[in-house]
């Protein structure tokens, strides 16, 4: 079992920044796969970032690409997301969720989910 516990969103004006933050405990190993997606009123959730620990990689949606940065700190099992020079288009509830591998932005591939975190960023 493996739960997550986001925290760091709020409200921001464009251009802003915010650092989300997803906490993981388990009674196991860490999860392999850990990622952050989002999900707008009317909107599909959407793979944001992700990062594989069998593997060393990282993954960046193209529409975050260059303004979004995942990292972790292994001692505190944390997991952030860094977001900088927010749009308007980045309001959305922000998910932490793992897995154990598989596509990075598919979201079947989680078995565990935060209760998310509200981005919103408007002038």
């Known amino acids: 079992q493996v739960q997550l516990v986001e925290s760091g969103g709020g409200s921001v004006q464009p251009g802003g920044s915010l650092k989300l933050s997803c906490a993981a405990s388990t009674d196991s190993s860490s999860p392999n796969l850990v990622g952050w997606f989002r999900q707008a009123p009317g909107k599909e959730r959407e793979g944001v970032a992700a990062?594989?620990?069998?593997?060393?990689?990282?993954y960046c949606a193209d529409s975050v690409k260059g303004r979004f940065t995942i990292s972790q700190d292994n001692a505190k099992n944390t997991v952030y997301l860094q977001m900088n020079s927010l749009k308007p288009e980045d309001t959305a509830m922000y998910y932490c969720?793992?897995?154990?591998?598989?596509?990075?932005?598919?979201?079947?591939?989680?078995?565990?989910w935060g209760q998310g975190t509200q981005v919103t960023v408007s002038s």
């Open positions: 990062l594989r620990n069998d593997l060393g990689t990282t």
């Open positions: 969720a793992a897995g154990s591998g598989g596509l990075w932005n598919w979201h079947l591939n989680y078995h565990y």
